[in-house]
């Protein structure tokens, strides 16, 4: 099961219940729509790992995603060397995510990942350390990110060690919107109990059986589903990652999947075209 990933804006301090629907929840975002002119994912592979065969699937969805609220956006990948294979490699270059290879030991990813948001940050959307890389120069959606006059950026994990990176972007004035995506549903939404209050209104997609699950089993607190989560609370706004529920792709014409046309290289993938829109999508 690959999930669509529905938004959810962090509520404002006047705030003092969770929104009680999906599409009460996506008017809060509503503002960070198109707010910069790209938007770089720094996925943690190491934390949040695709079952094989399902990498393009997911990248898919973080670029998706990014296009709320930019026209382009490039993916960077970071994992443990050795842990990717030569199939998933494969994969994920065909696409045009860039695969970053941290040192093979305990949270190599994370120091890479981190550190490497902090530069973005500092060089107004620009690593010193991918001139030395071809792959990279030659990939279009990184270029395009280069040339970005104005940039955000997603952090994809779900660990709690990421915070202080995010509050670093949050806080500077170079980065226009900090983003965190992971899989912060409680494990308590999908017990047997909620089975069928979760799929009375269908069983795929941000339906409201499903919301009102989630938010009943967040409780009243105005952070809802992402609960006491330190990460999710240094973010602009956090994208909610179910892994367990079933979300609607896109029109194969919509653009970034459509492997049979001009694009099918993959590394124009994060190139919006501005005339296309994906508002039509069930959220």
């Known amino acids: ?58 990248a898919f969805r973080m670029v998706e995603a990014a296009f709320e609220f930019a026209d382009v956006a ?18 994920l ?21 981190s550190t490497d948001v902090v530069n973005f940050v500092r060089g107004g959307g620009r690593l010193a350390s991918d001139d030395s890389r071809p792959d990279i120069l030659a990939n279009e959606a990184a270029r395009a990110v280069r040339e970005s006059r104005t940039h955000g950026v997603m952090i994809a994990t779900r660990d709690e060690g990421m915070a202080e990176c995010v509050r670093f972007a949050r806080a500077s004035e170079d980065c226009v919107v900090a983003i965190v ?40 607190g105005p952070r809802g589903p992402m609960g006491k989560s330190k990460l999710a609370s240094e973010a602009d706004l956090t994208l909610l990652w179910d892994s367990r529920r079933l979300f609607d792709l896109p029109a194969a014409g919509s653009g970034l999947d459509d492997a049979d046309g001009d694009d099918a290289d993959g590394d124009d993938e994060g190139v919006r075209d501005p005339e296309s829109s994906l508002e039509e999508e069930e959220e």
């Not at 404002?12 to 999906?22: G, I, K, L, R, V």
């Not at 995510?97 to 994370?110: F, H, K, Q, R, W």
């Open 181 to 220: 995506a992971g899989e912060f549903v409680s494990k308590a939404a999908h017990r047997p109990q909620f089975t069928r209050p979760m799929t009375q209104d269908g069983d795929v997609g941000v339906t409201p059986g499903y919301w009102r699950v989630l938010q009943n089993v967040a409780g009243k």
């Open 74 to 91: 490039h993916v960077r990948a970071y994992a443990r060397a050795g842990t990717v294979g030569d199939d998933a490699r494969t994969v």
């Open 93 to 113: 270059d065909a696409v045009g995510v860039t695969l970053v290879e941290c040192p093979a030991v305990p949270e190599g990813s994370d120091a890479v990942l």
């Open 1 to 58: 099961a690959v999930s669509r990933i529905p938004r959810r804006a962090l509520p404002s301090e006047s705030a003092a219940e969770p929104t009680d629907s999906p599409d009460a929840a996506a008017e809060t975002d509503d503002a960070w729509r198109g707010v910069c002119d790209a938007v770089t994912i720094f996925w943690d592979l190491d934390n949040l790992r695709p079952p094989n065969g399902l990498e393009t699937v997911w």
